[in-house]
T-cell receptor, first 115, second 114 residues
Framework: GESVGLHLPTLSVQEGDNSIINCAYS??????FIWYKQESGKGPQFIID?????DKRQGQRVTVLLNKTVKHLSLQIAATQPGDSAVYFC??????????????FGSGTRLQVQP | SQTIHQWPATLVQPVGSPLSLECTVE??????LYWYRQAAGRGLQLLFY??????ISSEVPQNLSASRPQDRQFILSSKKLLLSDSGFYLC?????????????FGDGTRLSIL
């Protein structure tokens, strides 16, 4: 499959620990944020999203935190499992017409879960 | 439920040959459609997006073109491939929403140019 993330920063955690993946975004006009998980040879898979009128949102085993003051986004994964090993991307989306809404992706973080 | 299909999964082409990658979406209507390219170890770069049949916007100048002949069909093409066209090509769709909607990706086509 595609060798995604050859030069990406890597976070290595023990199985069962909590993981925190961070992302800094640059556009203060961004109002919608998404986290994606990408496994080797596959397309990015949607994990969770958050709008700029919120600072926290929880899903199943995942929490996204948004700090608009410092333009920082984080993804917390509880009780990390081997299946969580992948490259994680944050993406930001600017407000605008209903057509474009293109995403700007971060460079990604590789999560390695040690058994 | 909605699904998105891309084919082929892998493709090896000689320099100067034509290209046609196809993407179809099922289970939704009037989606926004997107083509991205991902270089190894990098994030995704938006190439084209489409808000409707025959409506294509290009994000970066390049050797590629896109077409949307049907509502849920998006095609990426080239008349003559360059070595620099190698990469992982991803198609995505999203609903139209002023407040933002997630984009959902296919499993991509790995294109190698020889």
């Amino acid at each position: 499959g595609e060798s995604v993330g050859l030069h990406l920063p890597t976070l290595s955690v023990q199985e069962g620990d909590n993981s925190i993946i961070n992302c800094a975004y640059s556009n203060s006009a961004s109002d919608y944020f998404i986290w994606y998980k990408q496994e080797s040879g596959k397309g990015p898979q949607f994990i969770i999203d958050i709008r700029s009128n919120m600072d926290k949102r929880q899903g199943q085993r995942v929490t996204v935190l948004l700090n608009k003051t410092v333009k920082h986004l984080s993804l917390q994964i509880a009780a990390t499992q081997p299946g969580d090993s992948a490259v994680y991307f944050c993406a930001e989306n600017r407000g605008g017409d209903t057509g474009r809404r293109a995403l700007t992706f971060g460079s990604g973080t590789r999560l390695q879960v040690q058994p | 439920s909605q699904t998105i299909h891309q084919w082929p999964a892998t493709l090896v082409q000689p320099v100067g040959s034509p290209l046609s990658l196809e993407c179809t979406v099922e289970g939704t209507s009037n989606p926004n459609l997107y083509w991205y390219r991902q270089a190894a170890g990098r994030g995704l770069q938006l190439l084209f997006y489409s808000v409707g049949i025959g409506q294509i916007s290009s994000e970066v100048p390049q050797n590629l073109s896109a077409s949307r002949p049907q509502d849920r069909q998006f095609i990426l093409s080239s008349k003559k491939l360059l070595l620099s066209d190698s990469g992982f090509y991803l198609c995505a769709w999203s609903r139209k929403d002023r407040d933002g909607q997630p984009q959902h990706f296919g499993d991509g086509t790995r294109l190698s140019i020889l």
